[in-house]
């Protein structure tokens, strides 16, 4: 099975994750989430995959999520507005994300993360 890490190279999270795949012996694709935003269709997918509602694909402590208000607007916006936002910067969306075959992590959560990779 490979593995997609979706990544922000500064962010000290995305540091602490790609630090323990490689420790695990973890084969792994790197992806820059600004470089290679994922689009709103794969954005879709990994929702559908994860089982979580859209908005924890929201970074919301991130800057940019508070500087665009995000917290008051997106209650008014659609689910696919919602996928464009995101898919239109990768500073807004939560990282890093793992995706494998048949499952999508966000964030990192190492028992979480264990699990899933049968470790």
Known sequence: MRILFI?????STCIKAKKWLLQNHIDF?????VEQTPTAEELKKYAVQ??????????????????LNLKEKLPQ??????????????MLIKRPILVGDDFVLVGFKEAE???????
Do not use: V
């Open 7 to 11: 990544q922000y190279p500064k962010c």
């Open 29 to 33: 694709d790197d992806r820059h989430i």
């Open 50 to 67: 994860s089982g979580l509602p859209l908005k924890k694909f929201f970074n919301t402590s991130g800057m940019k999520y508070k500087a």
């Open 77 to 90: 916006m659609t689910e696919e507005e919602q996928y464009e936002l995101l898919a239109g910067d990768g």
């Open 113 to 119: 993360w264990k699990e899933k990779l049968g470790l």
